[in-house]
């Protein structure tokens, strides 16, 4: 079955960075798009960044452009979201998923918390 399984989040000062990591087991790893979608306090989940099949393109909400970025290691099965230049308004559980916002979400890990203050 699928898992996804975040780590790397933590507690950093505004202008600080971050690499979330989400290793996946369970699927054809370099065959799926896979995606970063944060959700802050109160509000809905949003998706952040997306990588499309083999890393052959990648998309990013308007709000992390130019500050994020995400690949992957097909090798390792693994996503990366580099963080840089955060903000407190980045703040939020984020969370790896198989799919993107176009076509829906399907696996979900279990996220992992970013803390910008």
């Known amino acids: 079955h699928v898992q996804l399984v975040e780590s790397g989040g933590g507690s950093v000062q505004a202008g600080g960075s971050l690499r979330l990591s989400c290793a996946a087991s369970?699927?054809?790893?370099?065959?799926?798009?896979m995606s970063w979608v944060r959700q802050a306090p109160g509000k809905e989940r949003v998706g952040v960044a997306g990588?499309?099949?083999?890393?052959?393109?990648?998309v990013y909400a308007d709000s992390v452009k130019g500050r994020f970025t995400i690949s992957q290691d097909n090798a390792k099965s693994t996503v990366y979201l580099q963080m840089n230049s955060l903000k407190s308004e980045d703040t939020a559980l984020y969370y790896c998923?198989?799919?993107?916002?176009?076509?829906?979400?399907?696996?979900w890990g279990q996220g992992t918390q970013v803390t910008v203050s």
């Open positions: 369970g699927f054809t790893f370099s065959t799926y798009c």
């Open positions: 998923a198989t799919g993107d916002a176009f076509d829906g979400y399907e696996s």
């Open positions: 990588i499309y099949t083999g890393g052959s393109s990648t």
